[in-house]
């Protein structure tokens, strides 16, 4: 590669300047929410946290994998094994955001039957995808051991589980745990955060991502 530099902020500038766009629109713009109080935060504050959240999390996992892909500089610091502790760490704080329900219930529309079956139909996918990353596609993949591990760029694509019918399923039905909560509960501020995290995903895949596996694959 000519330009290493270059390509390690290839996508990031627009990527970047999303998410930061979308944290200005909700400082300055105020979503009225319940007023009930967990962990010393209102609803509201749960969306900002979250969306403060996503934008370290996704910015630790460019940094590493670019920095990794390009220069090795993981492996010669801080290893995969931190690297994976750290993105554990990271995308678990995201299911502190599951109190919102709790602050923001049915502050969208009040629960029904429709609402349950629905969401009950998009948690069977879900619930299958993320069997189907256990059991078959193994947590060391779906957080990049690829952009570490040379041996891992020649597994076959996986085509087993979830993956058989859709084999993004991570990012197409991953992702919308958040949205099929939002559903269930009628949460207002949940339906936000859930529609920020599909988006905010989708976006990570095409900016960061999927350059990197062109570049890993050819």
Known sequence: MKNKTLYFYKNQIWHFTILFA????????????SGLIILGFNAYQWLVINIWIHIIHIGYV?????SELLWKSVSKSIGFENYFYGFIFLISLRFFTLVIPFVDYASLYKPNALSFIVSIIMFVPIIY???????????????????????????????????????????????LLPLAVAVLTGSKIMFLVGIFTYVGGWLHYFATEKPDMNLIYN
């Open 22 to 33: 979308t944290l200005y629109y909700f400082y300055v713009n105020k979503i009225d929410h």
């Open 62 to 66: 460019w940094i590493c994998w670019r």
């Open 129 to 175: 995808t993320l069997y189907s990353v256990k059991k078959y596609f193994g947590f060391k993949r779906a957080v990049g051991i690829d952009h570490f591990d040379k041996k891992y760029r020649n597994i076959p694509f996986e085509k087993r589980g979830m993956f058989k019918w859709v084999s993004n399923s991570m990012y197409t039905f991953g992702l």
